[in-house]
């Protein structure tokens, strides 16, 4: 007779999906470099912005216990000694330029990959693991001296006033033969955490009205009856999050809206379950349990007849609500990353795919995505398409975000990093917890 195993709690499972994520970066990382896969598919590059997610990752393993400190430091200084050696220049066979890294970087040299661009995002993903780093190893041993050591010369050594080039706001990246991208930050998206470090930076910041030009491209809009600041993929209102708690601290913009960052990405979580509600694509799945739409892989670019209904889908998008683009595929990740903001709808989220989706999520480690739409078709299975493989953003912001719903763990971390309180006064936030001292630093066991 088959054993019925009891239902996990709230807590066992959470502990069991963070645990699962974080196995990504022990799995995918270089440890002579510190270089993080981008993705577990087979030969592909690091990604900048994965190895930030990283190293704000390792302290949430220590005090998990799934990592030795000492492991940990390894990784972190390996990652921390590599970049600061990095060849750095304006030509092709470089790691980085004028303190900014390139999105993509093969796993092995650390060089350019792909031809990528110089990514001013990413590097800013990256500077915040970086300074989480320095924030959380605070030890007087030799090797925790120089994690903090190089956390501030790396982060001093970007040169944010370059990336402005001749306008307000920061490009979003350049390229050695054409120079700046033609594009630059429009709309609410995850950028908040770039222009917060960019403003406090002591030797060569953004100006000061960087800031403020960029919100002034903000799109306010009333959806489904919430007033919300708008960004479609449900990353935007996740990622800058996972090191900034901007929970009762408001800068010019929220003022006037009588709002907050934390309660807008509350209020898009819920408007992403109403989307999936009302279903006006009418993709099969979509629900009260079922919504969810982000950046994430997709079943590839065909055009099938369902349902005598026809359906065109996309691979790597960023899907959004609810003005798309939507092709019926969920970011199952997204429960777990919006957890803080909204526990209860993203519980029964969770537990939902569990139930109904059961192959989706059987080693506990989310996929990137998976299409419901397409169950039983073009062998398919009985979820429809499941992506194979995961992706490191994914998986670090499942790790951060379920942390910060557990214990703050890395709002806490980031409320003493003077670079973080100070890029968030000059860019006109106030309140809440900067209203308050800093937190001292945090002590390691031993001291």
Known sequence: MRRVE??????????????????????????????????????????I????????????????????????????????????????????????????????????????AWRCELSVVDTALLMAGVLAAGAYFTGDTDDETEIRELAEMLYRRVDWRWMQGSRPTL??????????????????????????????????PASDDSYAGWTATYQWENIYGYDVLYGGPLFMHQFSHA?????????????????????????????????????PSGYDGYGEGLWGLS????????????????RKFAGYAARGAPFGPDDGTIAPWSYLASLPFAP?????????????????????????????????????????????????????????MIENHRSRLIWDL??????IRRGLCKAGFCGGWLSQPASPPRKTPAE
């Open 344 to 400: 209860e709808i993203c519980l029964l989220a969770l537990r939902h795919l569990r139930e109904r989706h059961p192959e989706v999520v059987d080693s506990f480690r989310m996929p990137s995505g998976f299409n419901p739409t397409l169950a039983n078709r073009r062998k398919f299975g009985p979820s429809g398409w499941i992506s194979d493989s995961h992706y490191g953003l994914d998986q670090g912001i499942v790790v951060l």
């Open 171 to 204: 490009r979003q990246g350049w390229k050695p033969k054409s120079g700046f991208l033609r594009y630059g930050w429009e709309g609410y998206n995850e950028a908040t955490i770039l222009y917060v470090l960019a403003m406090a930076a002591p030797d060569k």
């Open 6 to 47: 009891p239902p996990l709690s709230d807590e066992e499972l959470l502990d069991r999906f963070q645990r699962a994520a974080f196995g990504y970066f022990l799995e995918t990382v270089n440890p002579e470099n510190g270089l993080v896969a981008d993705t577990s598919r087979p030969n592909w590059p690091a990604s």
């Open 243 to 279: 090191w900034i708690d901007f929970d009762g601290i408001r800068d010019a913009f929220m003022r006037d809206k009588n709002s907050d960052y934390f309660e807008n990405s509350r209020r898009a979580t819920y408007l992403h379950r109403d989307y999936a509600r009302h279903n």
């Open 49 to 112: 912005a994965v190895v930030g997610f990283a190293l704000s990752c390792y302290p949430v393993g220590v005090e998990r216990g799934w990592i030795t400190r000492d492991a940990a430091v390894k990784l972190t200084l390996a990652a921390l000694r590599f970049f600061w050696n990095s060849r750095q220049g304006d030509g092709d066979d470089v790691t980085g330029h004028k303190g900014f890294y390139y999105h993509f970087l093969d796993m092995r040299t650390g060089l350019r």
């Open 295 to 310: 950046a994430g892989d997709g079943p590839g670019n065909f055009r099938a007849q369902i349902e005598r209904r026809p």
């Open 414 to 419: 980031m409320r003493s990093s003077p670079h």
